[in-house]
């Protein structure tokens, strides 16, 4: 091996402790990135492989009743492949050992041994017998979380008839990967799970022999799918049809993508703060290091070593660094990337996996860590490089210290000679101070980050539960009722207050632009459940025109008194023009899509009499059991939303937030200490002469110490500002980076984040100081003599 | 042609360097400091000088100059008839690279490499070298190869220097203040090692001393002050490096 090579690997061992940690670093950000795109691309391609083996439809839709007799003619729409009708009917289910109702998707199953559409896959047990009418198939979600399993029963109510159904399997779809309860915030599996039954019974049980009231299809390549819609719209208006949707509005899809799509936007945040951290470290590293080397670079030089070879062996020592953070980081991300999608997997109950790690990803660890390290090494190796031999042989230079304008101010007389130190140093190395006082910004920044996003879910969680939507159980029903349906809902014991309300589905349009929402009709009085104004405050309902959110309108471009125009795609599917009366708050994804209004003025509008969908209830806690009874056994109920359970389950999302809180606080903590701790000890060893000179003129431990620690403290207050804002920019970017349509939560950062971050910088401070206050007092006096002389 | 004394005897021959005029100004942001002022001297192959001369005299600067370290300001450094002053980094580089030993008083050995990779260090690339070993040997330190500069006296760091210097081979050998930092016995032990070498290899050699004593062992005494020389001295009785004391 050449002597410059075994040169390089004894200065790597020398300074093992460093470069063990910024190795570690660069091991922990490749194998984090190696593993999460692996995750990401093995999740997308085992989504598009279940879809296309289950056969996933392209577009659905739910109507009141069609004949079957209308399938050639649907299926003759161009651009049509192939068309799946059944049932589906939400039902109220009783089970066991259960007090709450619990809500149920009865469905249809898909034909039998014919090539159908959205197919199940059977974990366990079996498929439903021909013509049985007490089997079911039940979701896997649901089963675990409800500890169901073929030989179950429970109990439903089908149009008025309670009825004990037997679970025969247990099954996964395409279709309900994620599915909730409508106007619920998360996914409950345990409170609500999809049940597939025989169709024959199910049309017996619901009176659509020889109809549907669901259909789902799939298109041919090329086909266009809005074309599509509209004539499917067109063909099934007569029939209650409520408006067919493409993938991109099907929840368990729109959630599943969003996840996806999370996931890797997160990589794509994270990854540049590792790359960041990577840069400055090695930066720091390779400055010190070079620093230390001027003599050798002089030798180097004097015998004639070229610049490039100079410049090639220092950059050789970080690309040694780099390399080998990045195949240990490679190496260990391909290993720990199949578990964690298995784990995914599971987590999504996919019913099979497949792995897949793109040499590609490699290729970007790479580059990136490759780019990182140039960026870090750059300006010490060009240094290095550009080092004059007869410079680089005397010992450097005293740095040309000068009066700054700050000494003209009246204060700096008044100030000792250690604080005149400490202020000079900082002013003298004005790039590396900035450096610093940037890098503990970023660390500060980093830390704060993460109490943005917990501290939006917090937020958000306390608007719903505690200011929107106070209700303690929605009770939805089959079909419209009228309004004094509240008055039986009133009567039941232990029910305090009831508030009607109605929901219907709609298109809203303004110009050119065109969404599906639903019209939530409520009285203007409302005190359980009230949308928000801007402020946050309880908005009165205007009793005309409609309440739109702040998200909606600058989506649409509308402005308040502006007229939309609103098509029912419920009832008798009317087209009305409403002027936006009132601006609503955004808090949760379930907000923007939601436009109030009066009841009275919606039911006007819709001219079908004075009707209401659901009632939320208000109840005494201590007769929860009776209710509970009660709306169980009521036939015309479908679904029971219970808020004290939908609370309950945010929750735990905030939890599983708050986790990812810690660990990040840890990651940022670590920086914070790092960047602070490296920068004192390049400060001390810069000027351990000098330190040693004082000491001989009699300053003592503790004269130093104020220096090293006052130096430190006045960068880590300097960066604080910056931090913070740095913070916020960077939560913000969190939240948006990973928001989608289905969630999304406006930002909220706490004050107190920014205490924490604060009281965080300067513990680092003090105990990087305490580190090198151990080493000021190991200066050898007599040493440095001895080399001055 | 020059007709010069060299030693004892009268030789007639062009010089290695001719150096005319040569000034060095370093300008230090408002100050500029004249390190030369117009330095005219001829040096010959196989010649052995001692610089001497006060602190700030000029005398390391020439030695830079020489030794392809530092640029001229004005005034020419001619060796074998090429400018220095017109050599780019690349041939300048070059230069040092086959034709310069260095020897410096703080022995500036790498210390994570033994003396035989010190050495192997210069070996490595230049054409035609002596091995570490055989260099090593010349300065009498064999024996001492496998050892790392820390476990080595400051005498034989010195050495390794030497031996580091010369295993080029290089035509000229430059020597800024090798025993300054050595006690005398350690010192004449080095300046046996350098004076031997250059014997063997027929390098011409430039050493620098604030040190009167070492003064004999030259051809030629050159004296600096204030940026230029004030005095050649031909020595006409050279002595070994045993002879001297200090």
Known sequence: ?789 | MTAYMIGAQAVDRSPLFAIRNLTKVYQNDAIAVHALRGVDLDLYEGEFVVLLGPSGSGKSTLLNILGGLDIPTGGQVLYRGVNLGDLDERKRTAYRRETIGYVFQFYNLIPSLTARENVALVTEIVSDPLSPEAALGMVGLADRMNHFPSQLSGGEQQRVAVARAIAKKPAILLCDEPTGALDSATGIVVLEAIQEASRKLNTTTVLITHNVAIADIADRNIFFANGNISEIRINTHRRSAQELSW
């Open chain 1, 1 to 789: 091996m050449r002597a410059l090579n075994k040169k390089m690997l004894r200065d790597l061992w020398r300074m093992w402790g460093q470069v063990l940690a910024i190795m570690l670093v660069i091991v922990v950000g490749v194998t984090a990135f190696v593993m999460a795109l692996g995750t990401v691309d093995s999740l997308d391609i085992t989504r598009k492989a279940y879809y296309q083996r289950y056969r996933f439809a392209d577009i659905f839709l739910a109507v009141r009743r069609a004949p079957e007799t209308l399938v050639p003619r649907i299926a003759a729409i161009p651009g049509v492949q192939q068309v799946a009708t059944g049932i589906a009917h939400n039902v109220v289910l009783d089970i066991d050992g259960i007090d709450e109702p619990i809500n149920g998707l009865l469905v249809s199953s898909p034909e039998f041994g014919v090539a159908s559409l959205n197919n199940l896959h059977i974990r366990r047990g079996r498929m439903i017998r021909p013509k049985a009418t007490d089997e079911v198939v039940i979701t896997e979600p649901f089963a675990q979380a409800n500890q169901l399993a073929p030989g179950s029963s429970f109990y439903a109510t089908l149009k008025g008839q309670r009825r004990k159904l037997y679970v025969v399997g247990v099954a996964l779809s395409p279709e309900y990967i994620f599915f909730g309860v409508p106007g619920t915030l998360a996914p409950d599996d345990r409170r609500f799970g999809v049940l597939w039954m025989d169709r024959e019974a199910l049309s017996h049980a619901f009176d659509l022999d020889g109809a549907f009231n669901n259909l789902a299809l799939t298109l041919q390549p090329g086909a266009s799918e809005s074309a599509v819609l509209k004539q499917l719209d067109r063909l099934l208006l007569d029939y209650g049809g409520v408006g067919a949707y493409g993938r991109s509005d099907h929840v368990s899809h729109a959630t599943l993508s969003g996840e996806i799509d999370q996931l890797r936007s997160s990589i794509h945040i994270v990854a540049p703060i590792f790359l960041g951290v990577i840069a400055f470290l090695l930066n720091m590293l390779m400055l010190r290091y070079v620093e230390t080397e001027r003599k050798h670079i002089g030798v180097f030089k004097a015998f004639g070593y070229s610049n490039i070879q100079v410049a090639w062996h220092y950059g050789k020592f970080v690309l040694v660094i780099v390399a080998a953070g990045v195949v240990t980081g490679i190496v260990a991300g391909a290993w720990l990337g199949r578990s964690v999608t298995e784990i995914y997997a599971e987590h999504y109950h996919f019913p099979f996996l497949e792995y897949t790690l793109s040499p590609l990803v490699f290729a970007e660890a790479v580059i990136a860590y490759g780019v990182a390290g140039l960026l870090g090494a750059i300006s010490s190796v060009y240094s290095a490089a550009k080092l004059q031999p007869a410079v680089a042989m005397r010992p450097a230079a005293p740095p040309v210290y000068q009066h700054t304008r700050i000494e003209r101010l009246g204060f700096w007389f008044a100030l000792d000679q250690s604080t005149r130190m400490m202020l000079r140093h900082i002013i003298r190395w004005p790039v590396r101070s900035t450096m610093t006082l940037f890098g503990i910004a970023a660390a500060i920044a980093t830390f704060i980050a993460p109490f943005g996003i917990s501290g939006s879910v917090e937020q958000m969680i306390n608007t719903h539960f505690f200011q929107a939507e106070r209700q303690d159980l929605t009770v939805s029903f089959a079909q419209e009722r009228p309004r004094s349906s509240i008055v039986d809902l009133i009567a039941y014991p232990g029910v305090m207050q009831a508030e009607g309300f109605r929901a219907v589905l709609a298109k809203v349009r303004f110009g050119v632009k065109e969404r599906r929402i639903t019209i939530l009709g409520q009285r203007p009085g409302n005190t359980l459940t009230r949308p928000l104004d801007n402020t946050g405050q309880p908005l009165t309902l205007p009793d005309r025109g409609v309440a739109m959110s702040k998200t909606m309108a600058e989506w649409l471009g509308v402005r308040l008194g502006d007229y939309v125009t609103l098509e029912f795609l419920q009832g008798r599917r009317l087209i009305r023009t409403v002027p936006v009366t009132a601006i609503t708050a955004s808090y949760v994804g379930l907000t923007f899509f939601t436009l109030y209004m009066d009841l009275d003025n919606l039911n006007s509008l819709m001219t079908e009499g004075d009707v209401i969908t659901g009632v939320h209830l208000k109840t005494d806690p201590t007769q929860k059991l009776q209710i509970y009874k009660e709306l169980k056994e009521t036939p015309s109920i479908t679904g029971v939303i219970s808020h004290g359970a939908s609370l309950s389950t945010m929750r735990r999302l905030l939890g599983e937030t708050l986790k990812m809180t810690v660990i990040n606080g840890i990651f940022a903590a670590a920086i914070i200490f790092g960047v602070i701790y490296n920068n004192a000890r390049i400060s001390f060893v810069e000027r351990y002469n000098e330190f040693a000179a004082m000491l001989m003129v009699g300053f003592g431990n503790s004269e130093i110490y104020y220096i090293v620690l006052g130096e430190l403290t006045i960068l880590t207050l300097a960066a604080m500002p910056l931090g913070c804002i740095g913070g916020y920019i960077f939560s913000w970017v969190l939240t948006e980076g990973t928001a989608n349509e289905v969630f999304r939560i406006p930002l909220h950062l706490d004050i107190q984040a920014f205490g924490i971050a604060f009281l965080f910088a300067l513990c680092s401070v003090v105990v990087s100081s305490i580190a090198i206050l151990r080493q000021i007092a190991q200066i050898d006096i007599v040493e440095v003599l001895k080399i001055n002389e």
